[in-house]
DNA sequence: TTGTACGCGTTATCAC
DNA sequence: GTGATAACGCGTACAA
């Protein structure tokens, strides 16, 4: 540490400790001139507070964990890096922390949290959540946020896109082009994972409940790639077919080990948040672009109430509309360098 | 926190506190009987350290930073994600802790760390980087390493990649795969930022060195945008144009705004990590990429000894050289979801 | 092998 | 207004 500690500055500036510790925290008891004084002579001498000290003897850190599994999805990162500068503005540091996906070293972070590493969270859990290891925070009474992904029946805010409504909205959209083409959609694959996390789920329900009001056929089984490669019964009829999943990686799987799909020209795709694929082998792609902002800022709200005046209700999740659709060109870039 | 103390441990257990201490930390002076009973007990109650304690007590948390200016770029995240790991293999928590290219936050954030943020940092400056911040790093003797870029004159390990070799080897093959379609390169486009820092130095001067080698002249003034859309003197002769920089946005920057480029038709781009750009402007697109791994593997290494054996020597800068060029779409995508 | 006592650097609670 | 003094929870010489 900086070597300089509270008591040096006292005995340089001949008062005692408390009064001095007072004088830079601005307490109104102290005479002004005294902590003109005081505040001189800590500038002088290069005096800062050792912050694990204060932490120690506050019971808290003025700090806050932002949990993630990696860095690589927009989704994770983008969240993050808008609550960064939220938090900063109102004297919060906001540091990120990854558990890569792993079971063990997500519970081993939330451990650290519980003990002291900061005063709350945000959160996106791994997947599947099981809702296990939340358990100490809960217990350590450290307010928390799930964002994106979350545990059922875990007693903190949520904060979610409303995916059933983007998937929806992404099918249309695939359907009105295609209709506007001459050759309207024969058939759709659901190439989401309803058994991974609240968040695949909602998106099948999505897909699957706008292809039944269009009266068009889901191919595949429950939407999973091992079902949809292990050779699905259903023949799709000749035509256009609009495939759906949360990455183009999950898209292109379904299309390379779909048998019914081999040799089809005429295919629709619709993903979240960027196309990382081929660009030649879908005649549409579509996009839907999540509320990264709006997500981080009412995220970071939730906490702070929770900070600030103790456990905030555990409301219903808060649903965040996409903030449109786009091509794969289209997809906003941060500014860089 | 937990709530559950040291004390109330040992009260439990009917030894004292600091016998139980011991016994959690596998101190052999402790009977193996006491230890078991104590772990069990531990275990029971839920015992968990307070971490700030002990940080407080022991001089350090077993905490590293990754200060980096956003999460957007492969060259800022990647290496972040992999020293997250790394160091977690061995017992230290890694945070990662964005100043968002704001010298302001810069400073708050390494005046944190000064005082106890963490026991040391992998350190991604802003640019251009000034090095004045980084005194009261190595005035608390808080050890840290510089990755990518670099402040100049402060006594910290640099870590980064080889770019004098990494911009020529980008000109040598767009130059290669020119004269091989029999329209060989005519003119190269200096596209970098010399002046910003040290990394843009060097990769202006390995493309500009490369172009000379082979004869060919380089416009634009000095390869800022600024020189280039003010109009060169320099109208590059009839024939393929390379450009090159950093990445595709600046790329085209100097591309949309350089007057002698205006309708020029046979264009090659080179830039660095990935290509997010248009597909159809380029007839060749060449992209460098970094080696991140080995990039954060050495960074990591040189501040673990910084940390356990010391101030490890200021030695001179490693060069990684990248791990090779590729196409815009064979970069290669991490594993997700 | 276990217990005592003090230190880590601040903040908070009392007196004065 | 200011000064002692006790927390905060844990680690560790030193003593026993």
Aim: proline content about 8%.
């Amino acid at each position: 540490m900086s070597g300089i500690r509270l008591s040096d500055l006292a005995a340089r500036v001949g008062f005692d400790i408390s009064t001095v510790s007072r004088a830079l925290r601005n307490d109104p008891r102290v005479r002004s001139d005294t902590r003109e004084r005081v505040m001189r002579e800590a500038e002088a001498m290069g005096y800062h507070p050792n912050l694990t000290a204060r932490a120690l003897a506050e019971g808290r850190s003025r700090t806050v964990w932002f949990i993630l599994p990696g860095l690589e999805r927009p989704i994770e990162r983008r969240p993050a890096s808008i609550a960064s500068r939220w938090f900063l503005e109102r004297g919060y540091d906001l540091l990120i922390v990854q558990h890569h996906g792993d079971p063990v070293v997500y519970a081993r972070v939330l451990e650290r949290l519980a003990n002291g590493g900061a005063d709350g969270a945000i959160l996106i859990p791994h997947s599947p959540p099981e809702g296990l290891a939340e358990g100490v925070l809960v217990e350590a009474g450290i307010p928390f946020v799930y964002l994106d992904r979350y545990a059922p029946g875990i007693g903190a805010p949520v904060v979610t896109t409303d995916n059933v409504m983007a998937a929806a909205a992404l099918f249309d959209a695939l359907a009105a082009a295609a209709e506007k083409s001459g050759k309207p959609v024969a058939a759709a694959v659901d190439a989401f994972f309803p058994e991974r996390n609240p968040v695949e789920a909602a998106r099948s329900k999505g897909w699957r409940e706008a292809a039944a009001r269009h009266g068009i056929p889901v191919v595949g089984k429950n939407g999973s790639p091992v079902g949809i490669s292990s050779g699905s019964p259903t023949v799709p009829p000749a035509g256009p077919i609009a495939l759906a999943g949360s990455n183009a990686r999950w898209l292109e799987r379904a299309r390379l080990s779909f048998d019914a799909l081999a040799g089809r020209k005429e295919l629709l795709a619709a993903v979240f948040d960027d196309w990382r694929g081929p660009r030649t082998a879908y005649e549409t792609i579509l996009v839907a672009v999540q509320d990264f902002r709006t997500m981080a800022v009412s995220a970071s709200e939730l906490l702070l109430n929770g900070l600030e005046n103790g456990a905030g209700a555990p409301e219903k999740p808060i649903l965040v509309p996409i903030s449109g659709l786009c091509g794969p060109d289209d997809v906003a870039r941060p500014d860089e360098l």
